[in-house]
């Protein structure tokens, strides 16, 4: 995986935590950072698969 994908996702990451729900950042910034995290992984995974992802493969986790 490309370390510079990684590190991205990871900013991102931390930037939601940083300027997140009591932060500077309003609700639809949290959403589109949390997007970005997203295609980011999307993206890692399509470089590191060499496939693209197939959404059958994601499932909700059971209700406890």
Not at 3 to 30: C, F, K, R, V
């Amino acid at each position: 995986m490309n370390l510079d994908l990684i590190m991205e996702i990871a900013q991102l990451a931390l930037s939601l935590l940083e300027n997140g729900p009591h932060g500077t950042q309003t609700a639809a910034e949290d959403t589109n950072t949390l997007l970005l995290i997203l295609q980011k992984g999307v993206l890692a995974y399509e470089q590191q698969t060499g496939q693209a992802l197939d959404p059958k493969l994601i499932h909700t986790e059971a209700a406890v």
